[in-house]
């Protein structure tokens, strides 16, 4: 029967940290291939709770980011669209003016092109961004302007009407923090787009235009003119505020990352290098094993 010369208690020992140094050495590869410090949260330790609430608040930025990523280019749609209609009214005041020479020919010409200018205003009110439309309120899937009624009768240049809108009263409106929204939203019944309407169908459906009429419709064209302006200007206003509020958002978040990588990330550089040292231990405390558990008395005492 052999013996062994070194004892359980210090083979049971010897064993035991080789094991140590290899689950050292496993973590280390883990990190060296991963450039983090664990997988898991629990290798963090007391920094746990830390790393979940940079990853939470990482998280809710990126959602605010995308928000207001999504509003700002609805607000950039609607704003290009305003300016098309001040286009569209400016072109109205212009050959109203002509006709108010009085010639027939100049006449007949601005009744025809406001017909034309009646549909070009109806759809730059019924654009569409992201399969949604703009100008309706909260009702996005609802074209909000109508005229198979509406342009139907000259109406009048002093009552205001909107029954060509279909949409809702809801103001659109987006979340850029945990404490802010910004409105953004405009709907075609707002005052400076139904003046708009007024005065293009009054010109479209008259079968002629007295001076009386030219002037109270280039009063009223002057005046939507003015307005779409001022709408136009508070989209602007809006815009900057989302895109203000979207940087303070991007400023944060690489604040956040820059926190989360210092508790996650390692150096693999320095990984590497410890690894390499780790690697050395174990394989001379495997061969050590080795040599201990093959001894016995009889190979000690020759």
């Not at 973590?27 to 983090?36: R, T």
């Not at 010639?103 to 654009?127: F, G, H, Y």
């Not at 000259?154 to 945990?178: F, H, L, N």
Request: proline content about 0%; glycine content about 6%; aromatic content about 6%.
């Amino acid at each position: 029967m052999t013996m062994r010369v070194a004892t359980f208690a210090l083979s049971g020992k010897m064993i035991a940290d080789a094991l140590r140094i290899q689950s050292k050495t496993a973590d280390l590869q883990l990190q060296e291939s991963s450039g983090v410090k664990s997988e898991t949260l629990a290798g963090y330790g007391a920094d746990a709770q830390h790393v979940v609430n940079l990853q939470v608040g990482l998280t809710r930025a990126q959602s605010y980011i995308d928000a207001a990523t999504l509003a700002g280019g609805k607000v950039q749609a609607m704003y290009s669209a305003v300016g098309s209609m001040t286009d569209v009214m400016t072109q109205l005041r212009s050959q109203l003016s002509a006709a108010s020479t009085g010639s027939a020919t100049e006449t007949t010409s601005v009744i025809s092109s406001a017909q034309d200018m009646l549909k070009s205003m109806a759809s730059l009110l019924n654009t569409q961004y992201d399969g949604q439309y703009l100008f309706s309120g909260g009702k996005t899937d609802t074209a909000p302007v109508d005229l198979s009624s509406y342009a139907s009768g000259a109406g009048s240049t002093t009552v205001a009407d909107t029954s060509y809108y279909a949409g809702d009263d809801q103001v659109a409106a987006v979340r850029v923090s945990t404490d802010r929204t910004v409105s953004y939203g405009v709907t075609a019944d707002n005052s400076a787009f139904e003046q708009a309407m007024r005065a293009l169908r009054f010109v479209a459906n008259s079968g002629s235009l007295s001076s009386s009429d030219i002037s109270s419709a280039l009063d009223l064209a002057g005046t939507a003119l003015d307005s779409i302006a001022a709408v136009q200007e508070k989209l602007s206003n809006n815009a900057s505020a989302i895109q203000d509020a979207s940087t303070r958002q991007s400023d944060y978040k690489s604040f956040t990352e820059t926190l989360a990588s210092d508790l996650t990330s390692v150096d693999v550089a320095a990984v590497t290098a410890q690894l390499s040292t780790y690697q050395s231990q174990l394989t001379a405390s495997y061969s050590a094993i080795g040599k201990i558990l093959s001894l016995n008395l009889s190979n000690y005492l020759k």
